[in-house]
C-alpha cells in the first residue's frame, strides 16, 4: 500500500512520486506539502460527506472527480496526512482533527492546529511570532535554510502563503503571521444576559474597582495573618466598601 506522507511532502517530485523515474536534483530535508490547506480539506470532506470517516483511495479519487494514478490526487493525499487530517495506508480514515475542521465549530481552530502541523510552516511561524514577515525572496532564503532545496523553494512558498490564508493567519495583514483565535471560545461562552450571574471576572480584567483590587492584594496568599493585621484589614475594608458600593442609605432599590 502506497503510504503518501512518506513518498510524497518531502522533497520529491510529481513525477517521482507517482512512480516516475528520480530526477537527478538535491532533496529537501524537511516536510511541506504541495497541495494547500484547501485540497486536503477536500480530501476530508469527501471521507466525510461520501463514505462516512473511512474510504478506499479508489472511492477518495472518485469523490475528488480525479485518478488514483494522477500526480494530483498523490499531492491532496499528502497534503491530507502531513496536515494531519487523515491517517491509514491504502484506506483512509478521518483524524480527530479532520473531524474538527468540517465543524464550523471548531473549524477556526482546526484550520490553524494543521497548519502548525507542517514543520516548516511551524518554525516561519516561530520565527516571525509577533513581526513583520520578509518579502517573498526573504521567504524563500529562510526555506532553503530549514531545508527545501533550490528548485522547490517556489511552489514550497507558494503553498505556505495560501495555506496560511486559508488556516487565518493573514487576517491582520500577509505582512505578519497571527494565529486566528478560536472560534471554540466563542462557542462555549455563555450568553450575554447570564454573564452576570455565570461569570465572576477576574481582578486583572479591569472590572474592579482598583480600590478593591488593592484592598484584596492585601490579603497574604500563605502563612501567618496576625490578628491585629486581620482587623486593620476590616477596618480598611469597612471604609473602602461604602466609597465603591455606596452605603445602605445610598442604594437606590429601583
Known sequence: MTDFTTNFGNGQTADEASGGRPASRERSTIQFPYSDLTDAF???????????????????????????????????????????????????????????????????????????????????????????????????????????????????????????????????????????RSTQVEADEPKKHDDKARRQPSFDSGEYDPLIVGLFRRIPASGEWSSAEQEKWLTLAGQIFPMVYGSDGEVDDT
Open 42 to 180: 477536500a480530501v476530508a470532506r469527501v471521507i466525510h460527506d461520501d463514505f462516512g470517516g473511512n474510504a478506499s483511495q479508489d472511492q477518495i479519487a472518485a469523490g475528488l472527480g480525479t485518478k488514483v494514478t494522477s500526480s494530483g490526487f498523490r499531492m491532496k493525499m499528502a497534503a491530507a496526512k502531513l496536515f494531519g487530517l487523515v491517517e491509514g495506508r491504502g484506506d483512509a480514515s478521518l483524524t480527530t482533527l479532520g473531524k474538527e475542521i468540517l465543524d464550523p465549530r471548531t473549524e477556526s481552530q482546526a484550520r490553524a492546529k494543521a497548519f502548525l502541523r507542517i514543520p516548516l510552516y511551524e518554525q516561519i511561524y516561530d520565527r516571525h511570532r509577533g513581526s513583520t514577515l520578509p518579502g517573498d525572496r526573504g521567504i524563500e532564503s529562510e526555506m532553503r535554510e530549514l531545508g527545501v532545496s533550490d528548485k522547490q523553494l517556489g511552489k514550497a512558498r507558494q503553498v505556505f502563503t495560501r495555506s496560511a490564508e486559508q488556516a487565518g493567519f493573514f487576517k491582520q495583514g500577509k505582512d505578519r503571521l497571527v494565529a486566528p
